[in-house]
């Protein structure tokens, strides 16, 4: 299903040894995506040994206007395992408050060590819609170099759906904290405001150091037609951005009803009980060529051509930086503030056409 689900990287003699036998399963780096099959063959695979080899966490969250809690959810239902991160709390300040910023290197591994994590843990994982905001915290792992580091394709849901046993209550006690250094922060994968503006000014067309900038936002939002979910911001979007809405990469699966009606539902709900998993690599190929055109699309696949995605809290650019690295692209990154940081501010400008 997937064309590049990861890089071999070539280790150093001292990093190989200092790697456990159930580390070495995947070499330094991992796959970025697994199956609930294949989590549920990991997991077997890691029973007995080290707590910190594999470690699963539920990365749950939601838009500002739902009501659901992601970590009081957690308690009701969860993989066996698991441990919560809240992604508004692994963060760093904001002087416009906004939320899940890229946490500073101390703060990231800080939260790792609470969570039982080591440097050579391979880390999982997964949120209750299927694939919506795992894979903002995947980006986060990896842009701190964490190569161990997967989503759970179609997250809790899919893993009931494939009739494996859940579990409620507080997550385990971590019974020792491990080691994890402040790790260093790859600034090529984070853009901020003012890279942004500089690249409004710049038209792709005539120049090849802009870098194209994919709006994960709902079409309505982009061409502001539609409000955004936060009171009193404008939609609409940058100059020169293009709409790629994120669930243009993603698909709608049902629990089988035979299951739905037994298991436990985050959020309660009755009817269908659904959930999204990623597209084929060919159908998130299909997604992009229908927002870039295939000439622009071969610029990005090629490397000639940077990618930097966007949504509107910097949480579903992280599906369309996912998808992107599925089908091999190296040069992505993701503007961290997105919309709320970019419209919040009066001086930027803001397109509400085509």
Known sequence: MFARPFVQRTLSASRRFALRPYATMFGESCPL???PAQ???LTQTHTGRDQTD???LDASWHMPNSPRKPAEEFLGVHLPGARFINLDEVAAPHPLSL??????PATFAKACRFLGISPETHVVLYDTHGVFSSPRALYMF????HHRSSILDGGLPAWQAHGNETEAGEARRVIFAPKYPPPQLNQEVVIDYDQIVANSGRDPAATRDAFYVLDARSRGRFLGKDPEPRPGLSSGHMPYAISLPFNAFLETHNVPEDIASKVVRPGGGDGPYTYTRLRSTQGILSALEEALGPERTKEVLQGRRRVVTSCGSGMTAGVLWLGLKLLGVEQVGLYDESWTGYAMRPESKIVKEE
Do not use: D, Y
Request: no cysteine; proline share 5%; net charge neutral.
């Open 33 to 35: 995506v697994l199956t």
């Open 54 to 56: 594999l470690v699963v």
């Open 99 to 104: 939320s899940h910023m890229m946490p500073e």
């Open 142 to 145: 990896r842009a701190f170099g």
């Open 39 to 41: 989590l549920q063959s």
